[in-house]
């Protein structure tokens, strides 16, 4: 259906590669080249299609887009626009229920200087928010999954992906949920929920004639998550600690997401991690905590990037994918 990729080539000519939506990120890949590109695929059949200035593909369950949009004028402004016509193009079509949004913006931590007053990060959570309470959006409760990076340079970038039925979203009880941060970090609230799952029950029909019906795929979309426990940020200028800290924050997530499930198809060691980082000096050290924690024979990339609070050096997300099969344990 689409993808999305990691390169700190300059070559930011399109957002298609054949005819499909692609988010050539403008980060540079500083560790697992060959998870660097994340694929969706789909067993229906795929249309591909433009409106504006997003591509999207879309099957009969799901929907995934990439939106470029020039970063010319007022990041709030830009920002709202963007969603706007993200929102517009899914009720168009009856995608409403967000799984997952992508987001990359340039100099995230900038802007709180000179001409510019509020924080780009914070401008970006204006606008977004403001595109959610337009098109009567919720912006607590059941929001998509998400995360939000700095890249150096490039267009507002966001992927997204989106579906026919609802979703669970599910927060973290170790932290507040980022829809009621305090004031303190930008007049808006962030709009994203810690984690997302997605049950794509239909998938059965697609597979062979032994497995019909037998199947259910689970999408465990989670957020990126950092070194923040309640509202704050913990272990300032201490990446091995923040690591540690954004670890033990993912394996709350994950117990919550398997409370949901009831089955405990989720676990830490077969997630496909995505690993940002603030310094590449620090690759090391945030290398040797997930190895710690996870072993030596995880699943992950590690991408350089400025994370939206000036004081967070890492920040990890998730994906994971289950097929389980009825009865119980018959395919293990
Ligand atoms: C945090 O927990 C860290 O603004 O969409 C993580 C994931 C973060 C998504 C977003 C921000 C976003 O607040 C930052």
């Known amino acids: 259906?689409?993808?999305?990729?990691?390169?700190?080539?300059?070559?930011?000519?399109?957002?298609?590669?054949?005819?499909?939506?692609?988010?050539?990120?403008?980060?540079?890949?500083?560790?697992?080249?060959?998870?660097?590109?994340?694929?969706?695929?789909?067993?229906?059949?795929?249309?591909?299609?433009?409106?504006?200035?997003?591509?999207?593909?879309?099957?009969?369950?799901?929907?995934?887009?990439?939106?470029?949009?020039?970063?010319?004028?007022?990041?709030?402004?830009?920002?709202?626009?963007?969603?706007?016509?993200?929102?517009?193009?899914?009720?168009?079509?009856?995608?409403?229920?967000?799984?997952?949004?992508?987001?990359?913006?340039?100099?995230?931590?900038?802007?709180?200087?000179?001409?510019?007053?509020?924080?780009?990060?914070?401008?970006?959570?204006?606008?977004?928010?403001?595109?959610?309470?337009?098109?009567?959006?919720?912006?607590?409760?059941?929001?998509?999954?998400?995360?939000?990076?700095?890249?150096?340079?490039?267009?507002?970038?966001?992927?997204?992906m989106a579906g026919r039925t609802p979703t669970l979203s599910i927060e973290n009880p170790r932290q507040m949920s980022a829809y009621q941060y305090p004031e303190q970090y930008g007049p808006r609230s962030p709009s994203f929920s810690r984690a997302n799952l997605v049950s794509l029950s239909d998938a059965a029909h697609e597979l062979t004639d032994t497995d019909q019906t037998l199947a259910q795929q689970k999408l465990l979309f989670i957020s990126g998550t950092a070194s923040i426990v309640g509202h704050e940020t913990r272990h300032h200028s201490d990446v091995a600690a923040q690591t540690c800290e954004t670890l033990v924050n993912i394996e709350a997530v994950i117990h919550e997401a398997n409370k949901k499930t009831c089955t405990g198809e989720f676990s830490m060691t077969d997630l496909f991690y995505r690993v940002y980082v603030r310094h590449p000096t620090d690759l090391p050290a945030i290398r040797a905590e997930m190895e710690h924690v996870l072993g030596h024979s995880f699943k992950a990339v590690f991408v350089q990037a400025d994370i939206c609070r000036k004081d967070l050096l890492v920040e990890i997300e998730a994906t994971a994918v289950s097929t389980i099969r009825l009865p119980e344990e018959q395919y293990a």
């Open 1 to 160: 259906m689409g993808g999305i990729a990691f390169s700190d080539a300059r070559n930011q000519a399109g957002s298609e590669i054949a005819n499909f939506p692609f988010a050539l990120v403008n980060m540079p890949v500083l560790e697992g080249g060959g998870l660097a590109s994340e694929i969706w695929m789909s067993d229906h059949k795929v249309r591909h299609a433009q409106r504006g200035l997003i591509r999207y593909s879309y099957d009969e369950d799901t929907l995934f887009g990439v939106l470029l949009m020039p970063q010319t004028g007022a990041l709030e402004q830009i920002t709202e626009s963007a969603f706007a016509q993200i929102f517009s193009l899914l009720e168009g079509r009856g995608y409403t229920h967000i799984f997952r949004f992508w987001n990359y913006l340039a100099d995230i931590n900038g802007g709180d200087d000179e001409d510019e007053s509020l924080e780009r990060y914070r401008q970006f959570n204006l606008g977004r928010q403001n595109a959610f309470v337009a098109s009567g959006r919720e912006v607590s409760g059941n929001l998509p999954a998400a995360c939000a990076l700095g890249t150096a340079d490039g267009p507002l970038t966001i992927a997204f």
